[in-house]
């Protein structure tokens, strides 16, 4: 009878995986041994790989310029790298190997670019493109970025009134404008406040942009807050976004790009099934269609790709400290972390990652709760992507078991709060950077230890 837990995963699931394989009863996460990393550090322990990184980036180049290739696409793609999905440093020096460019959404974002350029990682030809509603000091900072040189800063209209701002930009400056698109149905509200509405951007661009010398206009920008999926939803609002783009280029010859923003999701189950190729193809296709048919030239396209960039880097290791019964149906198994602090997308929005076991794939698996270590009812994890489930490894208490989060790189840093005060004084897991030296082999690097208790009562005025 086949009731091990390697036999219900590969039953389950196509395994093993591209980044996913187990070897001796134990898994390897893009060929790292992940049973050494934890004799090595122990857990709870946060890791990213860093070449994952590169390989997304070249993975959408491929895709973007195959589609553009297959239809004679006249323009360019540039790949921009959404800033907010992971600030770190190792993300930004990975992702910028790879020479794209860079999209940000705060004022904090620009010391960031500065400090790359500082150190030679960024030119100031780059790409800069600056998203989001925009306080005084956001302003200023692109403001500075403009004026020191940064020539292909493209500060991206939010609302009417931001382009009064620049105003104090001595030299001739690129403008983008960001469409407010329609949301889908099943929110709560009809049209996303980011962004202007489709029937003001011919009217912004005439009667603020046209006629100043100091303006350009370069860049119409769109972002479905869903993603890119296909659905007749998304089909529609990019249908909306070129035919206003193809509306404005007859007026403004010098607009030359479309930015459809993010939205390429990132696998979340081993079940993942996502045509990446054909939704690229697609697009592309559409976009050259619509112009053909209103006899304007295809723009070049922007992305700026986040959680897909960085998200499928990372990955969460806890140990199983012990197991609960606490009725007839329900076993827990207890963490030594914290879901609400490690992964606070778990509970938030009810975000599914890949679980897997890290060890003991021989023994019979059972169906568990996962409990944190908060005082707190909803720190808890219960069901996959693919299964209002969780099953593991039977728990054995002379046979640690260890298990893993996986694709987990974006924003769980940034909406936990990283180095802070996390609910019930839950301290950050060590983190550790995984990468390739010169003959292909991997290296560790240890680029934060266990929070510690100092640290806490230091921001608690202790």
Not at 32 to 47: C, E, N
Not at 85 to 96: C, D, I, K, N
Not at 435 to 451: A, G
């Amino acid at each position: 009878m086949k009731n091990k837990y390697i036999d219900l995963i590969e039953q389950s699931f196509d395994f093993p995986q591209e980044e996913f394989k187990v070897l001796d009863n134990e898994l390897y996460f893009n060929n790292v041994p992940l049973m050494d990393i934890i004799k090595q550090y122990g857990t709870p322990l946060k890791i990213s790989y860093l070449p994952k990184i590169s390989s997304q980036i070249q993975k959408a180049k491929r895709l973007f310029n195959v589609a553009m290739a297959k239809v004679d696409y006249q323009g360019d793609y540039h790949y921009c790298y959404c800033t907010k999905s992971s600030h770190f440093s190792f993300v930004l020096e990975e992702a910028l190997k790879n020479d794209i460019h860079i999209e940000t959404s705060s004022s904090f974002d620009i010391p960031i670019i500065e400090d790359l350029q500082a150190r030679g990682l960024l030119d100031k030809e780059n790409f800069i493109i600056c998203n989001g509603f925009k306080r005084e000091l956001y302003l200023e900072y692109i403001a500075n970025l403009i004026n020191n040189g940064f020539v292909n800063t493209i500060p991206v209209l939010d609302n009417i009134p931001e382009i009064d701002a620049y105003e104090s930009v001595p030299q001739k400056m690129k403008l983008g404008i960001r469409i407010a698109s329609e949301e889908e149905p099943k929110f709560d509200f009809y049209t996303s406040r980011l962004g202007i509405r489709y029937v003001d951007v011919v009217p912004l661009y005439l009667e603020k942009i046209k006629n100043n010398p100091k303006y350009e206009l370069k860049m119409l920008h769109f972002f479905i807050n869903t993603g890119i999926k296909d659905t007749a939803y998304y089909w529609n609002e990019l249908h909306k976004s070129v035919n206003v783009y193809c509306e404005l280029k007859k007026e403004c010859p010098e607009l030359d790009s479309l930015n459809i923003g993010g939205g390429f999701p990132i696998k979340n189950s081993l079940a993942y099934n996502y045509e990446y190729d054909y939704m690229a193809e697609e697009i592309i296709a559409q976009i050259k269609s619509m112009c053909d048919r209103n006899n304007v030239p295809e723009p070049d396209i922007f992305t700026e790709f986040g959680s897909y960039t960085v998200g499928e880097s990372g990955a969460v290791l806890f140990s199983i400290l012990n197991q609960k019964r606490q009725n007839d149906r329900e076993i827990w198994n207890m963490i030594d972390s914290s879901f609400m602090t490690t992964l606070p997308d778990t509970w938030a929005i009810q975000q599914r990652f890949i679980l897997l076991a890290v060890n003991n794939w021989d023994l019979e698996y059972e169906r568990v709760f996962l409990g944190g270590l908060t005082c707190d009812s909803e720190d808890y994890y219960n069901a996959e992507a693919h299964s209002n489930a969780v099953f593991l490894p039977r728990f054995n208490q002379e046979q640690l078991l260890y298990i893993g989060l996986f694709h987990t790189g974006a924003y769980q840093e940034s909406i936990g709060g990283y180095g802070g005060i996390q609910h019930c004084l839950t301290p950050a897991p060590k983190h550790v950077l995984i990468d390739l030296d010169e003959n292909n082999e991997y290296v560790t690097k240890l680029f934060s230890k266990e929070q510690s208790y100092k640290s806490m009562l230091k921001i608690l005025g202790y």
